[in-house]
Nanobody, 123 residues
Framework: QVQLVESGGGLVQSGGSLRLSCAAS????????MTWVRQAPGKGFEWVSV????????YYADSVKGRFTISRDNAGNTLYLQMNSLKPEDTALYYC????????????????RGQGTQVTVSS
């Protein structure tokens, strides 16, 4: 059974940094694309970043490009998101998903998410 446990969120001032982690188990992690998705209060899901199985391919939403870096440790079955130059509009619950979820429906994301990790950026 797929299990994804996010951690690393917190409260940070605008301009600050955080590093999110996602511990994966129950599947062959190194064979899958992985995606970070966020949901701001009262809003829908927004994909943030995607990484290829080997880590050689990375993709970012325009809203985070140049500020966030996705990476993975296949030996340790862990996905990361380094977030720098944080802005108040980055405030959201952050989730990791197995697979490339750039076009997944809100229905799928809502029914397959983990507990997420809260990121709050104060101005």
């Amino acid at each position: 059974q797929v299990q994804l446990v996010e951690s690393g969120g917190g409260l940070v001032q605008s301009g600050g940094s955080l590093r999110l982690s996602c511990a994966a188990s129950g599947f062959f992690f190194s064979s899958y694309y992985m995606t970070w998705v966020r949901q701001a209060p009262g809003k829908g899901f927004e994909w943030v970043s995607v990484i290829s199985p080997s880590g050689s391919g990375t993709y970012y939403a325009d809203s985070v490009k140049g500020r966030f870096t996705i990476s993975r440790d296949n030996a340790g079955n862990t996905l990361y998101l380094q977030m720098n130059s944080l802005k108040p509009e980055d405030t959201a619950l952050y989730y990791c998903f197995q697979g490339d979820r750039r076009v997944s429906s809100d229905y799928y994301l809502r029914n397959n998410r983990g507990q997420g990790t809260q990121v709050t950026v104060s101005s």
